[in-house]
């Protein structure tokens, strides 16, 4: 093993009392969607400000148009034009109560409803306005219609309120100009020159044009303000994850411990650097004659626990099972100072998967696929072993650069299950990485090798997306999550074809009967949506798990 090893010893997560992991009750997974997250986010809060909009133009139109109306009987003009008028105003008041009264049920504000409100309401208010007159000030409503219509979600309703209220009014008034038709306002343009007269008619569609484009500009706008305060909320969600790992890690790293036997002689091995530490030993870079190796010690201080000690010779016994170019060969074991057991195995000259993705947050999707590949030949490896790892994570995986030789390596079987007999040497407890545990797992059921083609999945998850699958400060609400709780849509973090989110969706079904059943076929399917060629039966089988249980929406304090 190499420095890729400094956190080789596994992350065991150990209750003795299965107690002090609550067991809640289900929650109801979140409704999500994979794609769309930040376009369904902006729509929502669109409709709503949308809806408090509508509410508060019908309320100022109904009150505008009574006062109009108020006003009909004391101004001058023809009594049949004039009662006509008045009717007009009765049935725009009437249009906007009911309208009023329908927004209660906000299912009932539908693009159909809106384009028919602002055709009708357009009509009405221009008949009105031919009788108080085309070119006064009464106009300005017309402008006001406009605006608030052309900021409407619906783009068919925004055109056709604009064009019948723009013909309407072009129609009215080139009738009026022309002599077609009579002008009924208090102030005639009849005596106009007509240059002043097509100009009138001219600009007043200039202002309906300019009126409607400035209301769909700002509409566009405030939905691309909207779509980048979601990627911020995001990013800041992913930074968070990010760096309560980096905690994690660090408090790893923290643990107390020299490397207490460097320069000391293990069965002919010099031990050198302390490479790493963990829960259960110190791994130590080694040197024996022209070999180099490395050496993993248990801690003396858990000597005295008998199951540690079988624990740690069984992680040896069953590595030496496994015959895989991807998995940390072992060469040796034995006993080193004052009875300590260690394992030898080859020094690996890379660094693990956990390194890399500090160095660049997440991996392409190319390099992505490699790692799967790999991995899933030392699963299957492992499984026809009988073993089931139980703890693949990025700090179990490392990438092995030499002489021009590339690969991926799987470290570490301490925590590892002989599938054949289920012994574990861990009766009544939890063992394993929460965030990279299958939901079987974390509920201390009996596993097989499709819990390790989960936590392949959350470490493809991880590398594609650059976030954990699921985050919480205590280590009972990160199980409660993998028991209960939907992943977030990967590509709200990141860029991917539809297909592998699908295949992802697979590999972290909540029930194992719904996952690939073998790492090979994950890695194939995986391989295969990379490359667009994905078989439409694993489609199928990926929207029939997401309608089950679909991808959760990212969650403000979500963490690692």
């Known amino acids: 093993m190499s420095e890729a090893a400094r956190e080789d010893a596994e992350t065991l997560v150990e209750q003795s009392d299965s107690r002090a992991v609550p067991t809640p009750p289900a929650s109801t997974p979140s409704s999500s969607t994979s794609r769309t997250i930040a376009t369904m986010a902006t729509s929502i809060v669109m409709r709503s400000e949308e809806l408090d909009r509508a509410r508060a133009f019908y309320r100022l139109t109904a009150m505008m148009t009574a006062v109009a109306a108020a006003f009909m009987p004391f101004v001058p003009g023809p009594r049949a034009l004039r009662g006509l008028a008045m009717g007009l105003c009765g049935v725009a008041i009437v249009a906007n109560v009911i309208a009023i009264r329908r927004l209660r049920d906000e299912t009932k504000y539908t693009p159909r409803w809106v384009a028919f409100m602002g055709v009708l309401l357009g009509v009405v208010g221009e008949l009105t306005l ?8 009464a106009v300005m409503i017309l402008p006001l219609g406009v605006y608030f219509f052309g900021l409407s979600e619906s783009r068919m309703a925004a055109r056709t309120t604009f064009w019948t209220g723009s013909l309407c009014y072009a129609a009215l008034s080139v009738g009026v100009v022309t002599g077609l038709l009579p002008d009924l306002g208090p102030m005639p343009i009849g005596a106009l020159p007509a240059p002043w007269k097509w100009f009138f008619v001219v600009m007043v569609q200039v202002v309906f044009a300019t009126t409607y484009f400035l209301a769909r500009s700002s509409r566009r706008a405030t939905e691309t303000a909207i779509a980048r305060v979601e990627r911020a909320n995001r990013q800041m969600i992913q930074k968070e994850a990010l760096l309560a790992e980096a905690r994690i890690e660090l408090d790893r790293a923290l643990r107390p411990g020299e490397g207490r036997y460097t320069g000391q002689l293990v069965d002919g091995w010099e031990l050198g650097e302390l490479l790493g530490r963990g829960g259960m030993g110190e791994v130590y870079k080694a040197t024996k004659g022209d070999a180099y190796g490395a050496i993993k010690l248990l801690h003396p201080i858990i000597l005295g626990d008998p199951s540690h000690v079988k624990r740690f010779e069984r992680e040896a016994e069953l590595a030496r099972k496994v015959d895989s170019p991807h998995v940390a060969r072992v060469v040796g074991t034995g006993f080193g100072p004052s009875g300590v057991p260690y394992v030898a195995m080859e020094l690996l000259t890379g660094k693990d998967l956990a390194w890399h993705l500090r160095q660049k947050q997440r991996l392409r999707l190319s390099a992505v696929v490699e790692l799967v590949q790999h991995a899933a030949r030392a699963l299957s490896a492992i499984r026809e072993a009988g073993i089931v790892h139980r703890d693949l994570k990025p700090q179990n995986l490392v990438l092995e650069e030499r002489a021009g030789a590339r690969g991926w ?30 939901p079987e797992q974390a509920r201390m059921q009996n596993v097989d090798h499709r819990a390790d083609v989960y936590s392949l999945a959350a470490v493809a998850y991880r590398a594609l997306t650059g976030k954990p699958l699921f985050s919480a400060p205590d280590v009972a609400s990160v199980l409660f999550q993998v028991v209960h709780d939907a992943p977030s849509a990967p590509s709200a973090f990141a860029r991917m074809p539809d297909d592998v989110e699908l295949v992802l969706a697979v590999g972290l079904a909540k029930s194992a009967d719904d996952r690939f059943q073998r790492a090979e076929e994950l890695a194939s399917a995986l391989a295969a949506a990379a490359a667009g060629k994905l078989d439409d039966e694993t489609r199928a089988h990926a929207r029939k798990v997401l309608e089950r249980q679909p991808w959760s929406t990212p969650r403000d304090g979500e963490a690692t």
């Open 130 to 137: 031919f009788y108080l007159g085309l070119f006064t000030a």
């Open 409 to 438: 390596k799987v470290l570490d079987f301490g925590v590892s299950r002989l599938e054949a007999s289920g012994h574990t040497l861990t009766q009544g407890a939890l063992v394993g990485t929460p965030a990279y545990m299958a």
